[in-house]
Nanobody, 124 residues
Framework: QVQLVESGGGSVEAGGSLRLACAHS????????LAWFRQAPGKEREGVAAIRTRSNSPWYGRVAAGRFIISQDSDRKTVYLQMNRLKSEDSAMYFC?????????????????WGPGTQVTVSS
């Protein structure tokens, strides 16, 4: 059974930083994609960043804009999202997703597994 659990969200002032973590289990040792998405109230879910587990290749969505860094610790089975220079528009629920079955790596529709999310609130 695959489980994804996000942590690290919270409230921060604009210009600050947060590091989100997604602990995963049950994915096996094959190559897969792990990704971060976010969704603000009334908006569509959008891709933030993704990483291939075997190649460690990162992908970034427009919203990352050179401020966010995705990384993974394979031994700890955890993927991280370092978010720097946060803005009020970064406020959203951030979700971890795994196991891309089809489509673009930055599109939410192709992912099979999702975590419950962690809230990020940036005050200006």
């Amino acid at each position: 059974q695959v489980q994804l659990v996000e942590s690290g969200g919270g409230s921060v002032e604009a210009g600050g930083s947060l590091r989100l973590a997604c602990a995963h289990s049950g994915l096996g040792n094959g190559d897969t994609a792990l990704a971060w998405f976010r969704q603000a109230p009334g908006k569509e879910r959008e891709g933030v960043a993704a990483i291939r587990t075997r190649s460690n290749s990162p992908w970034y969505g427009r919203v990352a804009a050179g401020r966010f860094i995705i990384s993974q610790d394979s031994d700890r089975k955890t993927v991280y999202l370092q978010m720097n220079r946060l803005k009020s528009e970064d406020s959203a629920m951030y979700f971890c997703a795994a196991d891309l079955r089809a489509g673009d790596i930055m599109s939410p529709g192709g992912y099979r597994y999702w975590g419950p999310g962690t809230q990020v609130t940036v005050s200006s």
